[in-house]
């Protein structure tokens, strides 16, 4: 691991860091960084969100709400990225990073709220689905348009640096199509030239919805891309927990330490299709996408090295799952069960006072409810 970390920089961009293999075993010594009750966290931040996204989508799938957008198969990507960042960090989501909110400290019922855009949604029911944020835990609300959320993360990093925040870390989270992106390359060269402290990370599934990698860019992996903007970068299995802690982690010290930026691209698989609207068989080869699912599953590989350790014995492991299934379970019933916005929602958030026709429209509109 430290000769990966000290090899030039385009081994680094082109390489690959595994610290744990598919069958769960270790490559070489684990890091000292990880001990019993980090490695048993990650676990259930990762378990948090299997168990979630199949409950969640089973609620699209029976019209409770209106849109999902899996992260199976991805977990370790989010989680060990999750886990590398501290209080007073901020996160700039893509698409399938609300588990690194979660595991940041935002509530699952917080994040369900949303889902259901409930009175308990603090964008008052006004985004679509999987758009959370929690101002707590400096979890930004995520852009559906696709790599805006780069200049967003570097943006904040810049501020930080101007206003002399030092010691936090900006994580801005993008796909590898947004990696094809005017926004993602704006993004780059504002960070290689003006050095905040971000960490641009690229959950590289393989699928930008419907176009694979091979056809929506000619770079030999993404992570080389950042090398051409002097940004120090990485490429990690992103089915591998542990890589995806320590690369993060390194990245984090070194944007904490005045270092500057680094891009991470976390090379992994999107099992489920890009969102509940969306049926991948029409394009991609599901016997691929089963190859990952059953032998690369970031989840069992996990599960098979903690149980070798003695971290986490089957009944152990029975018993957590059990307890994130009933949390996920109330979560749900709770949201589910709760009001909508109030109507004054509706015309709020906009005007300083509100103007005398949208108040006439109001007072019409709460005549017919």
Not at 115 to 140: E, M, S, T
Not at 166 to 181: H, L, N, Q
Not at 217 to 243: E, H, L, M, W
Not at 284 to 313: C, H, Y
Request: charged content about 25%.
């Amino acid at each position: 691991m430290t000769s990966y970390f000290a090899g030039d920089e385009l081994a680094r961009a082109t390489g690959l860091l595994e610290i744990l293999r598919p069958d769960g075993s270790a490559v070489g010594e684990v890091p000292r960084t990880i001990d019993r009750d980090l490695a048993v966290r990650m676990y259930r931040g990762m378990l948090l969100i299997r168990i979630m996204d199949e409950r969640l989508l089973a609620l699209q799938r029976q019209g409770r709400i209106g849109f999902y957008g899996e992260a199976r198969g991805q977990e370790a990507a989010i989680v060990g990225s999750a886990a590398a960042l501290a209080e007073g960090d901020w996160i700039v989501p893509a698409l399938r990073e609300a588990g690194a909110g979660l595991y940041a400290g935002m509530p699952l019922r917080q994040y369900i709220a949303q889902l259901y855009g409930n009175a308990n949604d603090a964008g008052k029911g006004r985004q679509l689905p999987c758009h959370p944020c929690d101002r707590a835990v400096n979890y930004v609300v995520m852009s559906s348009c696709i790599a805006t959320q780069a200049p967003h993360a570097v943006g904040i990093a810049m501020a930080m640096k101007i206003a002399g925040d030092a010691g936090k870390v900006v994580i801005g989270y993008v796909g590898d199509g947004a990696t094809s992106e005017p926004d993602f390359h704006v993004a780059m060269n504002f960070a290689g030239v003006f050095r905040p402290p971000v960490v641009l990370f690229c959950q590289n599934n393989q699928w930008a919805i419907s176009t694979p990698g091979k056809l929506q860019t000619a770079s030999q992996t993404i992570a080389v891309k950042g090398i051409a903007y002097g940004v120090d970068s990485f490429r990690v299995d992103g089915n591998d927990v542990f890589a995806v802690y320590e690369a993060t982690r390194r990245a984090v010290d070194r944007a904490r330490a005045g270092d500057g930026p680094t891009f991470i691209e976390a090379l992994t698989y999107r099992i489920g299709a890009h969102s509940s609207s969306d049926d991948p068989s029409r394009y991609r080869d599901e016997s691929i996408t089963l190859e990952w699912k059953t032998g690369k599953d970031p989840l069992a590989r996990f599960r098979t090295f903690l149980a070798a350790r003695g971290w986490l014995d089957d009944g152990a492991e029975a018993a957590l799952a059990e307890a994130v299934e009933a949390e996920v379970r109330a979560a749900i019933a709770a949201e589910e069960a709760a009001p909508l916005p109030p109507l004054a929602s509706l015309v709020e958030d906009v005007y300083e006072r509100l103007p005398w026709h949208l108040t006439e429209q109001l007072e019409e509109l709460r005549k017919e409810h």
